[in-house]
T-cell receptor
Framework: KAGVTQTPRYLIKTRGQQVTLSCSPISGHRSVSWYQQTPGQGLQFLFEYFSETQRNKGNFPGRFSGRQFSNSRSEMNVSTLELGDSALYLC?????????????FGPGTRLTVT | AQTVTQSQPEMSVQEAETVTLSCTYD???????LFWYKQPPSRQMILVIR??????QNATENRFSVNFQKAAKSFSLKISDSQLGDTAMYFCAFIHLTGNQFYFGTGTSLTVIP
């Protein structure tokens, strides 16, 4: 079974631009979560989608948004990029929502904002 | 607020030796799950071990075991017979039994020295 895939793997953008990242979960998984990883901050939760609905959202500004499609693929969008948005963005998928289900992580998208 | 603290940013261990990574957490809840995740240099995060707070017995997965001290809110990871492939960033994580959001520590970078 194929793992979680994320595209693109690397991205360079300039301040003020917007960006869209994509995550394809493991086949059959219906939950997708997004995290921002920066040195010294660890992983910070952005949001989680389950069956096309956002279940939970972390403490990030409204510039960060996401959505999930009927095939469970998810996209994350960041508008008006700032230098501080430079990070590794990880998505994780699981069979269902909730603690009973193990999260499987993708390789991440490395976003650099200049 | 829920927080996870990993006080050791970097650690090293000789191959075949044993190393312990520390993690403390803060919560007012009684039912939750604790995890250790491993992120090798290739960036794919994988689950190492999981502990349910209601279980008194410490979880074990082959060379990996935890020391769960619920009263002290401590959750350390012991790696026995360290191997070169154990070189990675290790993250401690926490989620409530009925929660929607994982809380991660800032990570410990472990290097196994041949």
């Amino acid at each position: 079974k194929a793992g979680v895939t994320q595209t693109p793997r690397y991205l360079i953008k300039t301040r003020g631009q917007q960006v869209t990242l994509s995550c394809s979960p493991i086949s059959g998984h219906r939950s997708v979560s997004w995290y921002q990883q920066t040195p010294g901050q660890g992983l910070q939760f952005l949001f989680e989608y389950f069956s096309e609905t956002q279940r939970n959202k972390g403490n990030f500004p409204g510039r960060f948004s996401g959505r999930q499609f009927s095939n469970s693929r998810s996209e994350m969008n960041v508008s008006t990029l700032e230098l501080g948005d430079s990070a590794l963005y990880l998505c994780a998928s699981s069979l269902g929502a909730g603690t009973a289900y193990e999260q499987y992580f993708g390789p991440g998208t490395r976003l650099t904002v200049t | 607020a829920q927080t996870v603290t990993q006080s050791q940013p970097e650690m090293s261990v000789q191959e075949a030796e044993t190393v312990t990574l520390s993690c403390t957490y803060d919560t007012s809840e009684n039912n939750y799950y604790l995890f250790w995740y491993k992120q090798p240099p290739s960036r794919q995060m994988i689950l190492v071990i999981r502990q349910e707070a209601y279980k008194q017995q410490n979880a074990t997965e082959n060379r990996f075991s935890v020391n769960f001290q619920k009263a002290a809110k401590s959750f350390s990871l012991k790696i026995s017979d360290s191997q070169l492939g154990d070189t990675a960033m290790y993250f401690c994580a926490f989620i409530h039994l009925t929660g929607n959001q994982f809380y991660f520590g800032t990570g410990t970078s472990l290097t196994v020295i041949p």
